[in-house]
């Protein structure tokens, strides 16, 4: 085999393997398109018996004169 043939050969296996690659990766895609229809199915259904989330809590902040005062704090027993 020429050094020709041998590249053709070699850029025809490396074809070859990334054609493998992209099926491979369009079949995980597909998969989980399903997925997030299915889910989107499950949400509508709950949404339309009227399921509906609990308001999240609001998580109160230290102003930041007291997160300044605890870092100092911090460092000052090292």
Same mark, same amino acid.
């Given at each position: ?7 053709? %050969? ?25 997925? %997030?229809?299915k @889910? ?9 018996r009227?399921?509906? @989330? ?11 004169s ?5 870092l100092?704090?911090?460092?000052e027993?090292?």
């Open positions: 085999m020429t050094e020709d043939q041998q590249n053709l %050969a070699n850029a025809m296996e490396s074809q070859r393997k990334l054609i493998s690659e992209i099926n491979e990766l369009n079949n995980a895609i597909n998969i989980r398109k399903e997925s %997030a229809l @889910l989107q199915g499950i949400i509508e259904y709950l949404q339309s009227g399921v509906t @989330l609990p308001e999240p809590e609001k998580v109160t902040q230290q102003p930041d007291e997160k300044t005062e605890s100092q704090g911090d460092t027993e090292s």
